[in-house]
């Protein structure tokens, strides 16, 4: 793995592992571990509707950015929670799966969902961030790494499926200012400029919260 990227100065007071931030939305082990492939079902929750950064759990400014695959790219919906434009730019660099570093995808039971994660870190805390998101495990979910996106609007909604299980920040396409390609699996980072990137796009069949 690569040297880990100069902090952002959003993220300069975040807990790190291994010279990388540790990111507000993601499910801590009372270890003392992360579990990098797992969202805090509350925080995702508070990063939407309160619109608040999944990196740094600061308020988000304009732009905002969305990383995501090419099926979020196309429908415009996006079940990771949104970034301020620098931690996006630090995730891109910090992450294996997002730079394009990673030539396949872990398998298995989440640490979270093991012997790691059978409690809250903080004492006494009935926060529900063990608990996946409702209905996440019937979403198709890649096995194979895939090209990622960013894509930076001015404005999303909480959207819902019609039974009401969140499934994450919808974008419209009015909304969208720019969209970069941001790395191919296998291949790496570029974070290089899509022009067409939204001319097949297909609104999802979901309800704005």
Known sequence: MAEPPAIPARCADRPTIGGRVIPWINVRLADGGVDFRAQHTARLR?????????????????????????TALKQLLFDEAPLHAECAVYT?????????????????RKLSEGHRGERCPVEGCNCGGWIPTPGSADRPHPTEPHAWFAVYA???????????????????????????LVSRPGEGRCWTTVADALADYEPPKTEPA
């Open 46 to 70: 508070t990063a939407l509707t309160e619109w608040r950064c999944q990196v740094c759990s600061q308020p988000l400014t304009f732009p905002i950015v969305l990383l995501g695959g090419p």
């Open 92 to 108: 891109s660099r910090a992450c294996p799966v997002v730079a394009g570093e990673a030539t396949r995808l872990p398998t298995g």
């Open 154 to 180: 001015m404005g999303f909604t909480m959207a819902v499926s019609p039974t009401g299980e969140l499934l994450g920040a919808l974008v419209q396409p009015e909304q969208v200012r720019a969209v970069r």
